[in-house]
């Protein structure tokens, strides 16, 4: 992609810890991590507990100082920017919780969460506020009536799409999803999902989506990035991710998500063990410890993303696996 | 087969400011002998209540049994009349309970082994020392070896699989001939899932224990039950054997969430032909605030007048397999 909205280079945060965690450990959340988002594009950002998703998410809208490498918003370095440009530039960015009873108010009317961001950056009359208040509304098929009510008067998935119409009335480019439909129930999640398709194509945005969950990004991101313990294992266009996977982290993955089928054949779990603590990562590949085809050089040296096919890359250094 | 577990009309309900809900309402299930029984549904629909109710440890301010009896194989009379220290002998004697976070269950003061070790001289009366030896033995069998001084461990000190294999060897250290299990894997990551999954498939053919697994998740459902019970808003929607439910669905509720399901590999292919992931119109509804008749209605695609008017009673669609709505042969 020639210019690509958010580009990622070796992104890495540790944190330091202040007795709690104990022995002066840095916890190791992100390590040299590096991707791109296109203009329009979805990346899926995949990753059990302590894969760093949520940190590297945090980082890109420079919620969280990075300890170190480069992040580049529409060509700003986003890291380096002064306060005035960067309250600017947020406008362009939004972000959108897992559970946006959290991020809500329970003071403020929809109304007034709604014309929030609006009356920050400045933007607009009072009654052109509530206009596009009410247009964002619509946007996520919310009767206009919810602008006088409250976050508890909704229901889990009706809360979702207002975390989401809060996100949108900044009409920004570039939208942070960070586990968006993991507290809901299933029947509500692919509501969410398909509207936040919807509103993807309609309005352009590029989104960064996260998820612990390899079912839920797969119809929204037209590429995904696979992370383990804070370093990218994988990164594929959708269909190569799901029909071809390469890497032996990735493929365990989708060996342990269970298929609604009673007839299929249990699922194995391929790694043993458990996750490491990010306090204390393995040396040389992070998955070497829990890998059933690792090598001594796997727990020697750190395998670099490597392209295996055109816009697909693995960090392992076996080649010699199994198709 | 016999029943090892009869729940017939049971019915909880909850006082809140805006007068009493029932949570459970008319909830009948029966587990068989060494089978597991998954009771499935979304948040708020009464999966976890109905647990709580079975093991009566709902707290008497938040809730009370309004109705039912609960019959368990071997037991004089009915669980919901039994008095309460023969109930203690119940709980974590022969029905055993896992839950979806171990923190809130295992004891940060004592060891895992310990906490094993406890029902064993409370239900089996073993000297110390004769439970410390099997508590160990019981970690073993969970997974949780004796060479790396598991049961020396404290809660804290384990990660949430560990934590949950020990809560496991707790709720399994006597024997029990029912284990009680509310989304034990819920908290966990996928591939730590896939883990104990196994461990829970292994350990009821090993020991012909008899599982209530509660989840939200159709395909852990599929994975490890029988028979399966679908609940929505309190009531038991649909109940069969999980082969037949899963492939002939006969309640409109339990079809959409079927088809809701994530597939891997399949979204991608709905977006590339333009196709938006199906859904289930509207959400739950409120206990407090239930449609007359029944309380699907709403969101279903195939209700009529009749619908809206009584509750569908439970029909019989074959020898075990009988679902609450009164178009299920359409379906």
Sequence with gaps: MSDPLLQVRGLTKHFGNRGLFGRGRLVHAVEDVSFDVGRGEVVGLVGESGSGKTTIARCALRLTEPTGGDIRFAGSDLRRLPRRELKQLRRRLQYVFQDPFDSLSPRMTVAGILTEGLSIQGIGSHAERRDRALQALTAVELPPDSMARYPHQFSGGQRQRLGIARALVLQPDFLVADEPVSALDVSIQAQIINLLRGLQQRMGLAMLFISHDLAVVEYLSDRVVVLYLGRVMEVAPTVRLYEAPQHPYTRALMAAVPVPDPGAPHRVALLRGDIPNPANPPSGCVLHTRCPFATAECQRAVPPLREVAPGHAKACWRDDLPA | ?331
């Design chain 2, 1 to 331: 087969m016999a029943a090892l577990l009869d729940i017939a009309g049971l019915r909880t309900e909850f006082a809140t400011r805006a007068g009493p809900i029932l949570p459970v309402n008319d909830v009948s299930l029966s587990v068989q002998v060494g089978e597991t029984l998954a009771l499935v549904g979304e948040s708020g629909c009464g999966k976890s209540v109905t647990a709580l109710s079975i093991l009566r440890l709902l707290p008497r301010r938040v809730g009370r049994i309004a109705a039912g009896s609960i019959r368990l194989q071997g037991i004089d009379g009915d669980l919901l009349t039994l008095p309460e220290d023969r109930m203690r002998h119940v709980r974590g004697g022969a029905i055993g309970m896992i839950f979806q976070e171990p923190a809130t269950c295992l004891n940060p003061l004592l060891t895992v082994g310990e906490q094993v070790a406890e029902p064993l001289r409370i239900h089996r009366n073993l000297s110390h020392a004769a439970a410390a030896r099997e508590a160990v033995a019981t970690l073993a069998s969970v997974g949780l070896p004796g060479e790396d001084h598991q049961a020396g461990r404290y809660p804290h000190e384990l990660s949430g699989g560990m934590r949950q294999r020990a809560m496991i060897a707790v709720a399994l250290a006597c024997h029990p001939r029912l284990l009680i299990a509310d989304e034990p894997t819920t908290a966990l990551d996928v591939t730590i899932q896939a883990q104990i999954m196994e461990l829970l498939r292994a350990l009821q053919r090993e020991l012909g224990m008899a599982m209530l697994f509660i989840t939200h998740n159709f395909a852990l459902v599929a994975d490890l039950a029988h028979r399966m019970a679908v609940m929505y808003a309190g009531r038991i929607v649909e109940h069969g054997p999980v082969a037949e439910v899963f492939s002939r669905p006969r309640h409109p509720y339990t079809h959409g969430l079927l088809a809701c399901m994530p597939r891997l590999g399949q979204a991608h292919r709905l977006r590339a032909g333009n196709q938006a992931l199906p859904t289930i119109a509207g959400s739950v509804p409120r206990l407090g605030a239930l449609p007359a008749g029944c309380s699907f209605a709403p969101r279903c695609t195939l209700a009529t007048d009749a619908c809206r008017h009584d509750t569908p009673p439970l029909t019989t669609v074959s020898a075990d397999h009988a679902v609450r709505c009164l178009r299920w042969a359409e379906l």
